[in-house]
């Protein structure tokens, strides 16, 4: 598949604790990014990391990427209940396109 | 600053049947991606405009999907005819020339093939 692979597919988490999902990929990237999905919305573009960037901060967002291992992970610190949505990322593909992963499902539970 | 538009929102067909998607993104954005998401999965390019050239279509259909960007801006994706497998939310997203890591996404638009 060329997606990348997201673990775990599914989580669930009490309001208050932290979640995170992680996203592994083959080749060598430039950048990845970190998108959210609510229920039969669209994608929101969350955080972009870049290759040289080992951690970015987003408020609760704090994405990693790990270029030696081919991973990125996102945790979200504090969860709340409207934090309930999937969570892709999505690294380049040639110069003009993205590949998104399969997507982590998390729910917070209130 | 309006979002992507996308319409309509929900629709249910028979296989076999034709459907056609329309999205209008965000103004000045010359660059518009549809994208085909399967139940459970990530989104998938199917393809992407230029103004009104195509920039990749490598994995439409080409048997039975077909998309135009005549003027530039509004966007007409059409499957003709449907098969069970093209249920899925298709989603139109935009961005600045240029700017592929900064794409805008629209509602979607979710389509059950019965």
């Known amino acids: 598949s060329q997606q990348g692979e997201e673990d775990p597919q599914a989580l669930s988490i009490q309001e208050g604790e932290n979640a995170t999902m992680n996203c592994s990929y083959k080749?060598?990237?430039?950048?990845l990014q970190w998108y959210r999905q609510n229920s039969g919305r669209g994608l929101v573009h969350l955080i972009l990391?870049?290759?040289?960037?080992r951690e970015k901060h987003s408020g609760r967002l704090r994405v990693t990427l790990d270029t030696s291992k081919k991973s990125s992970s996102l945790l979200i610190t504090a969860s709340r209940a409207a934090d309930t949505a999937s969570y892709f990322c999505?690294?380049?593909?040639?110069?003009?396109?993205?590949?998104f992963g399969t997507g982590t499902r998390l729910k917070v539970l209130a | 600053e309006a979002g992507v538009a996308q319409s309509p929102r929900y629709k249910i067909i028979e296989k076999r049947q034709s459907v056609a998607f329309w999205c209008n993104p965000i103004s000045g954005h010359a660059t518009l991606y549809w994208y085909q998401q399967i139940l459970g999965q990530g989104p998938k390019l199917l393809i992407q405009f230029q103004n009104n050239g195509v920039v990749d279509d490598s994995q439409l259909p080409k048997d039975r999907f077909s998309a135009e960007r005549l003027k530039g801006v509004d966007s007409t994706l059409k499957i003709q005819p449907a098969k069970l497998e093209d249920s899925a939310v298709y989603l139109c997203a935009s961005s600045l020339i240029g700017e592929v890591d900064t794409q805008y996404f629209g509602p979607g638009t979710r389509l059950t093939v019965l």
């Open positions: 999505a690294r380049p593909s040639g110069t003009y396109k993205y590949i």
């Open positions: 080749t060598s990237i430039n950048n």
């Open positions: 990391i870049r290759s040289n960037e």
